[in-house]
């Protein structure tokens, strides 16, 4: 599967998990729904987004008959990476020209950088693919995926009382 569609099905994922909870209020999809328009809330949808497009892509993957590890680990990874993506390009923004307004500009940049932070985990991921991955960065790796789903689940329930966490004013 090429990066461009990859980051398209990515940006189509992470367009329901934003909308999936408030349309449908079901309490189990709040692990994985945003629930608010904190910070927090667009790194976990971005993450579990990441991870249902790494699992759309498998099968196409599986067809080239290639490692179970070779695929695995670069998506956890890009996974992983992929929310942090969106928290440093979206900031850029506002770093260099404030807040953006009209609100559309906002949707249009956020439409952008979240497409973009899809590009990136699909060039980080198919550049680690085709490398021998020493043992420790594969423990690595796994370590922050499972660490960054267990915070995600975790302060979707109970948050703790960084700013990071709570939804703009």
Do not use: N
């Amino acid at each position: 599967m090429s990066i461009i569609l990859k980051a398209f099905i990515y940006l189509i994922f992470f367009s329901v998990l934003h909308f999936g909870y408030d349309l449908t209020h079901l309490s189990f999809l709040k692990p994985f729904c945003g629930i608010d328009e904190s910070i927090f809330q667009h790194l976990k949808m971005a993450f579990w987004a990441y991870l249902l497009a790494s699992m759309v892509e498998y099968p196409v993957f599986k067809r080239k008959k290639k490692k179970y590890e070779s695929f695995w680990i670069p998506r956890f990874f890009s996974a992983t990476i992929v929310p942090w993506t969106i928290f440093l390009v979206w900031y850029l923004a506002p770093a260099t020209g404030g807040k953006l307004s009209p609100s559309y500009l906002e949707l249009i940049w956020a439409l952008v950088v979240s497409y973009f932070s899809g590009l990136a985990g699909g060039l980080i991921e198919r550049t680690l693919e085709d490398q021998r991955l020493a043992f420790c960065f594969k423990v690595l790796v796994i370590f922050l995926a499972v660490a960054s789903a267990f915070l995600y689940i975790a302060f979707t329930y109970q948050l703790p009382w960084i700013d990071m966490f709570r939804a703009p004013e």
